[in-house]
């Protein structure tokens, strides 16, 4: 969509409150449209020639810049959806334990290709369908995450000390790499906190890898008591030698568990610690509730 295109509306808002003449107000509005559709037009034909021109140039990098860029989507899109899924059930089936695979930010990369190829708008359809499932289920499960941790607290009795968007004042001073006062603590926002939870507890549980449901309970015990003790605990469920770190074999063994049994015994397990901690007399309410709306809403992710 052309920059004029975009002012068309306003446009048509300020004719509204300026012309009466009804007619000549609509005369008006189709001329600045007309207008609009023509530049759009012209636009798109010029790039047209910039590409055939880029093209046919004796220099491989002006010719040969969409091209690798092109490959290096390829390359990457045939790692993600052939070659790790692969490793990883070899790795699963062997009983292998794996280092983690390095991923890559297919968010940004399918913006890339798909821009290329003039498919930017079908991106954002299918951002607003909920059809990039990975993406999709993160950005859910963090919506439903702020809510059970509330705004900004610093309660003496709460070992996790200031915390603000259920982010402690050390996590995130580990992140930024730099000392915060509570007033930079007071002012976080969701934009601030989503890049933290997406790496320390998300990526660090493979929660991308888990199916629906498993992943939000996972999810949000891990961020509550730390992902090591969520991990163990999935382990524990699906046969796993519980050190801690889901990999390969643990993905393998968890794929043939039946979800409901795997959520349900994931709130368990989560109780039972919960009524172990001598903080449980003055967190304990709370703890439950989260916990039991937790495995409800997980539940209703199968």
Known sequence: MSILQTLVGPVAGILD????DKDQKAKLAHEIATMAEKHAHESAMAQVDVNKSEAQHRSIFVAGWRPFIGWICGIALAYHFVVSPI????AGWAGAELPELPAFDMDSLMTVLLGMLGLGGLRTYEKTKGLSKMIENFEKCLE???VHEGGFVNHPEDPGGMTNLGVTKQVYEDYVDRQVDEQEMRALTQKDVA????????????CDHLKSGIDWAVFDWAVNSGTARA???IQKI?????????GPKTLHLLDGQNRKYVIEQLHDQRQSFYEGLSTFRTFGKGWTRRNKETKEKALEMI
């Open 238 to 246: 699906c046969g796993a030698n519980p050190d801690g770190v889901i």
């Open 87 to 90: 490793i990883l059930f070899v």
């Open 17 to 20: 409150k300026f012309i009466e």
């Open 195 to 206: 890049p933290i939870y997406k790496k320390k507890y998300w990526d660090r549980c493979k």
């Open 144 to 146: 439903m995450l702020l």
């Open 231 to 233: 991990a163990k605990a």
